[in-house]
């Protein structure tokens, strides 16, 4: 079991690791966001070896659900240089800068580990669900409600500035006529026009 | 299926106030019922429960007389005699031009014969549009009722005079009270043609019994004509008349128009001036019958029955045979005459 | 299953295999049975709907392969595959190959959690709901990868409304389902569907009724609200007829599908059904007891299982057929009633689709989650909890008292956000007017 947990593990780390060196080095800009989909896949999967069911399934349902068809969304709307690679002349300075930050992460995990322990040895029986709705749902309203109610405050706040920024006033927006209202409109032009007739004639006659 | 026309069928909307979402609970009543209703069979068109299918290829729903689908062309039952005369009207007023004929001529003379030789529609350009049936001044071409025309090629469709006769019968059967209309005029035109040009008019390629009996029956009796004044011509006629089949038609008329121009030559003047006419007519009817036989047995005429001076090996070859004996002939009615 | 393969092959052939391989052989068993199951359910239901949709409309529909046109889908399948694939010049071909992989990918993933019997489930994950909605929204990336890599406009159109589409009635859907989580205190579908025993009252809110396997969600006013607005949702998600807008034939061609023919088309359409049973499926499990049903519960406590290692086998087959019998025909009531619907309603436009989920679907099912909490209280809840005064009173009584309490707060909320709605789109047809008159007008 053990073996085949590792074979998989390998098989999912290079499904991410490809797929994120191909976000960064693919031309195509949609092509990334779609590698990029592919590796927050991985990642789920990943959390799913580690029996943290939950967790994998809302990396599935934020990440690759809403998130992604987010940043596709975006990449469509705005997109105008298409297959251009960008930092071109100075492909050298990112990739010092990029080393530098993983290194950043990298370093103090690489040396606050301790190697070479033994395997912990828990109690016997069925081990403890970790991270189950229930825990999480107590965390969120117990230990960490403070944050919880901020976040959903930030994303609130988000929420009405998106709504403020899209909302055009409804007298303002033009819109495309449908036929029935074109025809109405021509309608009553020419009844306006021929009011107007009619008036300058009676205004003739009376002169 | 009786279809009430003039009837205001009034149909419950069940309009009234709604509350909200009523309208759409409504809506799902009209389809349920429509779906509970399907499973009965409508009678007449007043009923708007139920499905009107008629289940194509298992039931048919009966023609309307008027019904059109591809125009035809009608022959005499009896005589076999076609009711086009080859007017070219039908082939003018075709809006998508898909009608060809080729008139037919006479053999000796080379003028137009009221009949067509040969009489194409291309169905699978024909619009069923009618107007060569409304156009036709002899009823020839009307409407047929079959609609399953469907062939692997487009070629298929191109249809000859041999694919489209039909015995006024047929016609009759599938639209009694139209054809009980024209009758009369149709068969008084008809025999018009007959009696002007007794054997030009052509002959139906889908022969009956009945024609092949009248054809004989017509043959013997243009035998018979010149066998009661003239001898000659009527010995080789009497055993002609013993060969049943009509590609034997040919070598008999051929054969005769031989033997009546040796008959005249041979013999000079001994025949009364009044016969000789007569004698003259009768064989070149005789070689026209030949070489309408000649044509419709195709090359199925078997070569070596043409006489031995004259070997054609297909039916043109045939034509050409019965063509230069009636001319024989003829000179040789000439000779008689001058004399 | 890994039971049955771990009996054959370790007890009755002794050959000692490990464990992992007969989870293994367990979990292949079981897919290839699912792959094989999901694309038959496509090709009846394809015949199911033609025939439905055909009697709705008065006419007989398809009936001439096979008796009553059972083969007319087997003649369909041999069509499709026979025809040739045509990929346009300007597509990006690996996107629009991978597409309709994408889009059939996760509707054979939401089979893993999907109950068909009792104890027949593939895997029985704690989470299931959560991983049955979360898998279905993977395919949206599908979509709007079939749209942009065709590089036609219609596509590109059909795939964004279809995205938007998805990615709003997700909502409602879900907070209609919480409802019910809310009450069963369990995301996994298993124990949804247990929950539903009883007789018109679940067995777990009053543990007096008798266990008919009766005691369904719907019985329930906020599990009839939830069904409802769920039931709305998914037709927006199988993109059934009334929200039918991402393929609207007479406005964008086929939407997505525009520029996929063959079976690449095929699959988009597998998908479209898979998607449409599923729903239907999830439907019936959560608010209609999935194979609960009179008998089942009885048959099942005769056989053998985990509770019950005597049991008799005859009554696992006979629990697990009629199961299976019950599941079905709600699961193709449903589909008869997406048809019904297909059959009585017209498309709506983007923008009505748009309004009545955000302003009428989601509060609707925001009211119907506080319902669900207030029931939670009333039924469950004693004076550890807080709620002192409903000491004393029998489970019954509090049964009742809840029903009527989440009833008048359903009620109320469906009238007076149904009254709101209307309004606003009253106003909204009067400023459309007025924008017109403020038009002619200038001109």
Known sequence: MDLL?????????????????????????????LWLIASFFGVAALYLTLEAEFIAVVQVLVYVGAISILVLFAIMLTRSSEGERLLTQH???AAIISLGLFGAVLLPTLVGHHWNLPLPTGPAGTPESLAG??????????EFLIQFEVAG???????IGAIVIAFEERSRRRRVLTLSEEHILRQRQQATATAAQAALVTADAAD | MDIPRGNIIVMDRRRGKLRVGQGLIQGLKVVWDHWAGSFHKNENFSQIHGTFTVEYPDERLPLPQTYRNMPVLLYDDESGHELCTGCYQCQRICPPQVIHITQAKDPVTGKMVPAATEFIIEYDACMSCGFCAEVCPFDSIKMDHVYELSTADRVSLTMRKAQLNRPISYYASIAPDLWAEVQAGAMKKLQG????????????????????ARRLELAAAAAAAPA????????????AAKLTPEEKAAKLAAMKATNANKGVAAPPAKAPVELSPADAKAAKLAAIKAANAAKQAGAAAPPAEVPAELPPTDAKAAKLAAIKAANAAKKAAEQGNSE | MQDVVNQVI??????????????????????????????????FLTLYERRAIARMQDRVGPNRVGPEGIFQPLADGVKIFTKEDIVPDAADHWVHFIAPCVVVAPTMFMFVVLPWGPGMVPVDLNIGLLFFFAISSVSAVGLLMAGWASSNKFALIGAMRAVAQMVSYEIPAVISLLALVLITGSLSIVDMISYQGGLFISSRDVASVPDWGLGWFIFTPVGFLAFVAFFIAALAEGERTPFDIPEADSEIVAGYMTEYSGMKFGLFYLAQYVLNFLLCAITSVIFFGGWQGPGVGWLYAQAITPVNPQGGWVFNVLAGVLGVVYFLSKTYFFFFVMVWIRGAFARLRIDQLMDFGWKFLIPLTLVNVISAAVWVALTKWGAADGLAFVEGWSPLVRWAVAFVVTLAMNLGAYLYLARIFAHSQAERERLDDEVLESLINVV
């Open chain 1, 5 to 33: 947990i590792q074979i998989i593990f390998g098989l999912l780390s290079a499904l991410i690791i490809g797929a994120a060196m191909m976000v960064v080095t693919v031309r195509n800009v949609i092509h990334a966001a």
């Open chain 1, 91 to 93: 492909w050298w300075a």
């Open chain 1, 133 to 142: 709705v229930e825990e999480l749902g107590r965390g969120f309203v117990n």
């Open chain 1, 153 to 159: 405050i930030l994303l609130t706040v988000a929420l």
């Open chain 2, 193 to 212: 043609s007959i009696k002007r040009r007794p054997d030009v008019i052509g002959l139906a390629a889908v022969l009956t019994e009945k024609i092949k």
């Open chain 2, 228 to 239: 009661a004044a003239a001898p000659a011509p009527a010995a080789p006629a009497a055993p």
């Open chain 3, 10 to 43: 370790n007890t009755t052939f002794g050959w000692n295999w490990p464990s992992w391989a007969i989870a293994l052989i367990g979990y292949l068993i079981v897919a290839v049975i699912l792959f094989a199951i999901a694309p038959f359910q496509m090709l």
